[in-house]
């Protein structure tokens, strides 16, 4: 069965203050791994597709990379705009494609 | 473009009831997927359509939930009688491509008292 482990379950940061997130998963194949980004009362909002390891994509602050094992996305300089539920899923191959995703991180940045 | 709505955003009703959720997915996308957010816990899947049929319902907790989509367009997702387990968020999503970059809707909130 695919899992998919978000670390930290939340995150506080102060403006400018760079870090990140943690995806670790387990699939019997990868397809893809992506990020989304989810605000109160929304819905997951998609931001990136990873599909092998050492493969990177950017976005304003925010970078995500992909190891065998897990992913991380990074925020360079975060700021309140910034603040949600980031949310990390899997698709493996062959089956029905069904992504999984993780609990998500929580972060509030501060200004 | 209008992007994937869901209706209603919050139901409020007793144990034993029934409630009707319903999705309307981005025009032209044939893919159509219902999730489920409990408190503290992940997104989890129930269902997929591709149009009109039903490709995947492993995730679909028991008999007490029927999902249907008329003519490939939008989807209802039925839970007869409620529990209160069946309180949480259901996400709906759509996409073009059987891909894991899904457009999802804002979510139908329910609560079972």
């Known amino acids: 069965e695919d899992q998919v482990t978000q670390s930290p379950e939340a995150l506080r940061l102060q403006e400018g203050e760079s870090s990140s997130l943690n995806c670790s998963y387990t699939?019997?194949?990868?397809?893809?791994l992506f990020w989304y980004r989810q605000d109160p009362g929304k819905g997951p909002e998609f931001l990136f597709t990873?599909?092998?390891a050492g493969e990177e994509k950017e976005k304003e602050r925010l970078k995500a990379t992909l190891t065998k094992k897990e992913s991380f996305l990074h925020i360079t300089a975060p700021k309140p705009e910034d603040s949600a539920t980031y949310l990390c899923?899997?698709?493996?191959?062959?089956?029905?494609?069904?992504?999984?995703f993780g609990r998500g991180t929580s972060l509030i940045v501060h200004p | 473009e209008a992007g994937v709505t869901q209706f209603p955003s919050h139901s409020v009703i007793e144990k034993g009831q029934t409630v009707t959720l319903r999705c309307d997915p981005i025009?032209?996308?044939?893919?159509l997927y219902w999730y489920r957010r409990v408190m503290g816990k992940e997104i989890k899947f129930l269902l997929h359509?591709?149009?009109?049929?039903?490709?995947?319902e492993s995730g679909m907790p028991n008999n007490r939930f029927l999902a249907e989509r008329t003519g490939g367009t939008y989807s209802t997702l039925k839970v007869q009688p409620a529990e209160l387990e069946d309180s949480g968020v259901y996400f709906c999503?759509?996409?073009?491509?059987?891909?894991?970059?899904?457009?999802f809707g804002e979510g139908s909130r329910l609560t079972v008292l």
């Open positions: 359509f591709v149009k009109e049929s039903k490709q995947d």
């Open positions: 990873l599909y092998s």
């Open positions: 025009s032209g996308h044939d893919n």
């Open positions: 699939v019997s194949g990868l397809r893809g």
């Open positions: 899923a899997v698709q493996a191959r062959g089956g029905s494609y069904i992504p999984t």
């Open positions: 999503a759509s996409s073009q491509l059987r891909t894991g970059e899904l457009f």
